[in-house]
């Protein structure tokens, strides 16, 4: 059902945890859905220097939540929005179809995530450009 | 552990298949003597079939090509066959999806359908059966137990509330059959399902035992096979095998009932006593030898089948995330759970195959998937920090 890389990344998940002094938060999705994530970013020179997730789901919500991380690490908050949830999907060779909306979340988050962290210092358009 | 989903052959039906599949091949309607070998082998079968369930006799059992198909003739066959009497149906929210469509469906032909709630047992509510119940009712559907929380109903007191309303009584059997002992005389069933996979034989064949006297119409026109309600040249080797399986269940339910209610309470105990906020589902004690039905806290039960199935053991799940749509299952929904705590179920459906050492392996390995996949999660509770 899932492809090789989608088991890699439930079975070790790259950055899982928290950053309790994050920067910005981004949660999206709810448990009664059955699928919920939590995206933490540390920000330095508008870059991602540290992320970490959280994801209540099934193994395509851990596996996107975990490929996003690693996705989005290191890049730029511009270059991280335009992480789309069909390049998560990409990176992990596929997703089945019906995970394709419900659980496909984690992009949603990291954007959140960044939302949050503009929103807090004040900053927008500008780091979009 | 998951065999809800599907049972393997018992080597032994599939030794009572073969001459049937190499040797017999006479049409059992025939007049000629090849035809005799199947014509008995057929009748056999549902004499073997009759006796596990205390049939009045063998011709009150029509063979099927499953429990899918007993449970949509039971329904539409009846319902047609009595709209004279009336247009009114019950059956329960914890229905299979083959009762609950085709009940769904004769609704657009003027039908009236009633489900009853359950409570959080998951045992049908008797006082809303009685409630329910009118001279317009022709036929009540209840499950004999659902194999996704376990439970058993209590037949024969619906059969006398049912029949103190002079409908009919149809039980679909598919998860019980060949685990507890059904009696249709003493229970009071008039119509009831059963699937040869469920007792280790064949898939592709079921049975429905249609008391004699009840009023219904066939469901397959054609040359009259099956006393006319169901034509087709039968399925010979599949209802030999049947017959086998249900030989092998009547004499052998007992001693490996009796097994795995041990195995089913020594894994529901390990379960819950090793591993927090883990709770059954359906009843403890009346519920079928082989389900263990489980749910925890703040995880997801895909997950949980994944990281099982990683480490070599099958489960299933009524988890939204296993199945085609996106809603948990409506039989967890129904006994009253939230959508967050459906969500993390694991369903054990025990079988022949299945060892002491197999539940001991199980239990020794989910404390740590659950504690995994918790750390993964967002919504672990402070408590559960370590």
């Known amino acids: 059902m899932y492809t090789q890389k989608v088991m890699e990344h439930f079975k070790n998940p790259r950055n899982m945890g928290e950053i309790p002094d994050a920067d910005g938060v981004g949660t999206v999705g709810n448990p009664v859905c059955g699928d919920m994530m939590s995206i933490y970013i540390k920000v330095k020179d508008n870059s991602i220097a540290d992320i970490k997730f959280k994801t209540f789901g099934c193994g395509a919500a851990i596996a996107t939540s975990s490929m996003v991380t690693e996705l989005a690490k290191g890049k730029t908050l511009k270059e991280a929005l335009k992480i789309t949830r069909g390049d998560v999907a990409d990176a992990l060779e596929g997703l089945p ?3 394709m909306h419900c659980s496909n979340l984690a992009a949603d988050a990291l954007h959140a995530a960044i939302e949050d962290y503009l929103r807090k210092h004040k900053m927008g358009e500008e780091v979009k450009k | 552990m998951d065999h809800i989903a599907g049972k393997p052959v018992d080597s032994r039906v599939l030794e009572a298949m073969l001459p049937y599949m190499k040797f017999f091949y006479g049409n059992p309607s025939s007049i000629h003597l090849f035809s005799q070998e199947t014509r008995q082998g057929l009748e056999e079968a549902r004499t073997k079939v009759a006796e596990l369930i205390n049939a009045e006799g063998k011709d009150s059992i029509i063979f099927t090509s499953g429990a899918t198909e007993s449970n949509n003739m039971a329904i539409k066959c009846v319902a047609y066959r009595n709209k004279d009497k009336g247009t009114h149906i019950i059956t329960s929210s914890i229905e299979h999806m083959s ?28 006082n809303s059966l009685e409630k329910e119940l009118s001279n317009e009712t022709i036929l009540v559907t209840i499950i004999y137990a659902n194999g996704e929380i376990g439970t058993i109903q209590p037949i024969a007191e619906i059969s006398r509330i049912v029949h103190g309303k002079n409908a009919y009584l149809h039980v679909d059997a598919t998860a019980v059959n060949g685990q507890i002992p059904i009696d249709v005389k003493k229970d009071g069933i008039d119509l009831l399902t059963l699937s040869s996979n469920d007792m280790y034989g064949p898939k592709g064949v079921g049975a429905l035992y249609i008391r004699k006297g009840t009023r219904i119409e066939p469901l397959i026109h054609g040359g009259g096979q099956e006393r006319g309600l169901r034509s087709g040249t039968e399925n010979l080797p599949g209802t030999v095998g049947f017959g086998k399986a249900a030989e092998i269940a009547k004499n052998e339910m007992h001693t490996e009932s009796e097994r795995l209610k041990r195995l089913r309470d020594k894994l529901i105990k390990g379960l819950l006593e090793n591993i927090p906020y883990s ?24 997950s949980i089948l994944l990281s099982l199935d990683m480490m070599g053991v099958a489960a299933s799940s009524g988890s939204a995330c296993t199945a085609k749509t996106l809603e948990p299952s409506h039989v967890l929904l129904a006994v009253g759970l939230k959508h967050e705590m459906a969500h993390g179920s694991a369903l054990f459906t025990l079988g022949r195959q299945n060892t002491e050492e197999e539940v001991d392996y199980v239990i ?17 509770p402070k408590e559960l920090k370590e």
């Open chain 2, 364 to 380: 020794s390995i989910m404390p740590d998937i659950i504690r995994r996949l918790r750390q993964i999660s967002p919504l672990t």
């Open chain 1, 97 to 99: 179809p019906i995970k």
């Open chain 2, 279 to 302: 709770f059954l589902n359906g009843h403890p004690t009346e519920r079928l030898p082989d389900n263990v039905a489980v749910r925890f806290s703040f995880i997801e039960g895909e």
């Open chain 2, 99 to 126: 009762i609950i469509n085709p009940c769904k469906y004769l609704t657009t032909k003027g039908y009236k359908v009633t489900f009853l709630p359950v409570d959080q047992y998951g045992f049908v509510d008797l």
